[in-house]
């Protein structure tokens, strides 16, 4: 799958989030302003910005915060509208999550990564097992949130050393055909390559299933992990809340 190729899938899967149709997945520059109040984008009432290769995504909940949005379409960029420092500084924002970079993986370039750990084991499991919801209780709420792990749809894939859960990591299956991924690991194991070679087991099943690995972070160290594993990245996406 070519670049041009992974990005048009890409924007196909953020179209059919937005609930309305719309001719987002053409290749041509610019932004798509969208009223949604059902959209995928962004939580309700919010809205939901999504930035790939170029060209922007909007939903709004409202024709009244669309045409607010459309005014600032015409003003910036089509990148600088996933910028919520510069977009605030057109349309008055209240609350805003992100923006988080949206990573894409072509199964040509995946990168398998082995365990080095010769103690260390990689099961398949649930979220029911009680070593799994030990590693939960021991993250904090941020990871947690940004790691989404308890919303996983595919089996969960753990690294373990004897009875312990050192990294866990599995995916939501999105409308459209992508494999949205989430991997956590125990804060006090990190920075030895123990996400990756979790996460690599998830990617594979995910590929296996003909899926589009989709990698969504804000952490920097998130992101290298996917970059490790193949995935390169096509944009961002910020949702916020407008300021009345």
């Known amino acids: 799958m070519t670049s041009e190729d992974l990005l ?14 719309t001719d987002y997945p053409a290749g041509t520059a610019g932004a798509t302003v969208l009223v949604s109040p059902d959209s995928g984008l962004c939580p309700p009432g919010w809205v939901g910005v999504v930035v790939l290769g170029g060209t922007a995504l909007i939903t709004a909940p409202t024709e009244q915060s669309a ?11 089509p990148a600088a509208l996933g910028d919520p420092e510069r977009l605030g500084r057109l349309v008055p924002l209240a609350q805003v999550l992100g923006p988080a970079n949206l990573a894409y993986l072509d199964a040509t370039e995946f990168t398998p990564v082995e365990l080095t750990q010769e103690s260390y084991a990689m099961v398949e499991s649930t979220l029911d097992e009680p070593a799994v919801h030990a590693l939960l209780a ?3 709420e941020a990871d947690r949130e940004e790691c989404a792990l308890a919303d996983v749809t595919s089996p969960v894939f753990v690294l373990r050393d004897g009875d312990q859960v050192l990294a866990a990591t599995g995916y ?8 949205h991924l989430s991997v956590l690991t125990d804060a006090a194991y990190r920075s030895r390559g123990l996400a990756r070679a979790a996460a690599s087991a998830a990617v594979a099943h995910a590929i296996a299933a003909g899926l589009l690995p989709q990698w969504r972070a804000r952490p920097a160290a998130s992101r290298r992990v996917a970059a490790a594993l193949g995935f390169r990245d096509l944009g961002v996406q910020l949702s916020c809340k407008l300021a009345d």
């Open 138 to 140: 021991r993250a904090s």
């Open 67 to 77: 045409e607010r949005l459309r005014r600032a379409a015409v003003e910036l960029p």
């Open 172 to 179: 939501r299956t999105w409308r459209g055909g992508a494999a």
């Open 8 to 21: 048009t899938r890409s924007r196909r899967l953020w179209a059919g989030c937005a609930a309305v149709p």
